[in-house]
């Protein structure tokens, strides 16, 4: 089965500074894809940022981009100038391609809360 | 706008109540959705996976005859928590994205704002 790990359960980052969030994965298959999610107070499955197994390159969406290292399997996220409101849980998660109706799951990380200090 | 809808958003009930938590695709035909489970300050757990038209698939550990969850239509499904008890109160999302084409736009998952269930 597959398993997602996310070693830090708090992380804490000043206002303008950049983070890191660790995420690890296990898997045997070879066509996957992994994401990032945040989930603020409100409880809202916000999707951060997503990559394809298959891409080499690191997926980037404005100040958020991951380092993705396949042969180890490893999916860090990066946070550039924070701000007060990234402050949330971030969530790893993992799932393989579709076969039929769209049908399989995402499976999440224990997640990681993350502090912005003004 | 939201693609997905659950309702309702908070239930508070007695014990031994069952409770009957909607979810809706709202732009998009959905022929499998998820519920998932999250107990404070931990990750979601995934449930069981509802497949339009035949009976869900449930992770193990999770009773389906406690936890009933019904796939009608390509629009709607429905998870009901039969004889609940404050053991079972929880926050439970539901989600669903469409079929992921070979090749293609790799689809999102769209989640429900999930449903704040407090037994008494």
């Known amino acids: 089965a597959q398993t997602v790990t996310q070693s830090q359960p708090e992380m804490s980052v000043q206002e303008a500074e950049t983070v890191t969030l660790s995420c690890t994965y296990d898997?045997?298959?070879?066509?996957?894809?992994l994401f990032w999610y945040k989930q603020p107070p409100s409880r809202q499955m916000i999707l951060v940022i997503r990559?394809?197994?298959?891409?080499?390159q690191n997926a980037t969406e404005n100040r958020f981009s991951v380092n993705f290292q396949k042969a180890a399997k490893s999916f860090s996220l990066k946070i550039s100038d924070s701000q007060l409101g990234d402050a949330a849980m971030y969530f790893c998660a993992y799932r393989t391609p579709d076969f039929n109706s769209g049908n399989t799951p995402l499976v999440f990380g224990k997640g990681t809360r993350l502090s912005v200090i003004a | 706008g939201a693609v997905v809808s659950q309702h309702p958003s908070r239930v508070i009930c007695k014990s031994g109540t069952s409770v009957k938590i909607e979810c809706r695709s709202l732009d998009f035909q959905a022929t499998t959705m998820f519920w998932y489970r999250q107990f404070p300050k931990q990750s979601l757990m995934l449930m069981a996976t509802?497949?339009?038209?035949?009976?869900?698939?449930?992770e193990q550990g999770v009773e389906k005859d406690k936890f009933l969850i019904n796939h009608a239509s390509l629009t709607l499904s429905t998870l009901t928590v039969t004889s609940a008890h404050p053991e079972d109160s929880s926050f439970y999302i539901c989600?669903?994205?469409?079929?992921?084409?070979?090749?293609?736009?790799?689809?999102?998952?769209?989640f429900g704002d999930g449903t704040r269930l407090s037994i008494l």
């Open positions: 509802s497949n339009e038209g035949s009976k869900a698939t449930y």
């Open positions: 989600s669903a994205r469409k079929r992921q084409e070979t090749g293609g736009y790799l689809q999102p998952q769209h």
């Open positions: 990559q394809e197994a298959y891409k080499q």
């Open positions: 898997t045997s298959e070879s066509d996957y894809y």
